[in-house]
């Protein structure tokens, strides 16, 4: 599996390698400073047999003769980015007259096809931490050098086409990621970094969402004790609770006196929500997933709270209700 931003240039100056190469350097070193690294990792890039750093003299530019460049870091443990200089062709054409229907940025890409080419950064599975983060900051720099705008397909960055200045303000950003999925992954690599360039970690805010391996039995729990559902409420519970495939996230919790569902229709009701919206749970933004837990977290120790349906994966939450009363 990989990963690829498209870099569409608005303007018909091509840069040089090493002007890209000491953009890219600057924000990646900006990024990084809150890791407080003791080792700076610098980009380079290999053409052909060529390698070229930002301290050199080279009048190379991005529009390329060889097959492909190749972005890499150092120090690290290998590994890099291809990159592809692309002449604008008719399958290029008919892709963004597709686009083009969906919005204003889409047609102003379209439009810049006229300057007749385009680049792409692929990054394959496997990757280190530096690299995952690295290709899209060597992509932004492209696009602010050509006044381009950036854009992903395949799932590097998930949106409409967009400029650097306001890529940069989102990229990477645990807090800003569209997924937990994605806040997850972003925080394991940063904290990969940390380790690796003997930086700062940083504290992993959304490790709470993690996926657990509890069997059906285990998630169905009296609350606060963590009783099972067979082993009946302790005196201080005040709640019965469904758990999800996902730490701090169940899928309902209700006042335990007005339980009345068997063990057999729970766990038959827990599985037909496994399938029909489980694991949508990690499919939202991670503000809307935090503003959901916050919620919950208030409902929990509300003396009001009878009965609570998590939004992101339950529609019907009433449904659900009345089922187990």
């Excluded at 439009?111 to 080419?117: D, I, K, N, P």
């Excluded at 990621?177 to 904290?191: F, G, H, M, Q």
């Excluded at 990690?282 to 997933?289: D, E, G, K, M, Y």
């Amino acid at each position: 599996m990989s990963t690829t931003f498209e870099v569409y240039p608005t303007g018909i100056e091509v840069p040089t390698v090493v002007a890209l190469l000491k953009l890219a350097n600057e924000k990646l070193k900006h990024f990084l400073q809150p890791l407080e690294l003791q080792e700076v990792p610098l980009i380079c890039v290999r053409l052909g047999e060529k390698i070229i750093t930002p301290g050199d003299t080279s009048n190379e530019t991005m529009n390329w003769d060889v097959e492909y460049a190749c972005f890499f870091v150092e120090p690290s443990e290998g590994g890099g980015t291809d990159a592809y200089y692309h002449k604008v062709d008719e399958d290029t054409a008919d892709i963004w007259d597709e686009y083009s229907e969906t919005g204003d940025t889409y047609l102003e890409v379209k439009s810049s096809l006229s300057v007749g080419y385009f680049w792409s950064f692929r990054r394959s599975a496997g990757q280190p931490a530096i690299i995952n983060l690295a290709y899209g900051f060597i992509a932004s720099a492209l696009a602010e050098l050509t006044e381009g705008f950036i854009f992903s397909d395949d799932g590097a960055w998930y949106g409409k086409p967009i400029r650097s200045h306001l890529f940069d303000t989102e990229y990477f950003d645990p807090s800003k990621a569209k997924s937990v999925d994605d806040a997850l992954w972003y925080e394991r690599c940063l904290n990969s970094i940390a380790s690796k360039y003997n930086g700062k970690s940083i504290e992993p805010h959304h490790q709470l969402f993690e996926e657990h391996d509890l069997s059906w039995e285990q998630r169905l729990v009296y609350y606060p004790s963590g009783r099972l559902f067979k082993e009946g409420p302790a005196t201080e519970d005040r709640f019965f609770v469904m758990l999800s495939h996902f730490n701090n996230l169940p899928y309902w919790f209700i006042d335990h006196t007005m339980l009345s569902a068997t063990e057999e229709l729970l766990s038959r009701q827990m599985k037909l929500i496994d399938i029909k919206g489980g694991f949508k749970l990690l499919n939202h933004p991670i503000a809307q997933v935090m503003g959901e837990y916050q919620k919950l977290q208030f409902a929990l120790n509300s003396l009001e709270t009878t009965f609570w349906a998590n939004p992101l994966c339950i529609e019907e939450g009433d449904a659900i209700r009345k089922q187990i009363t």
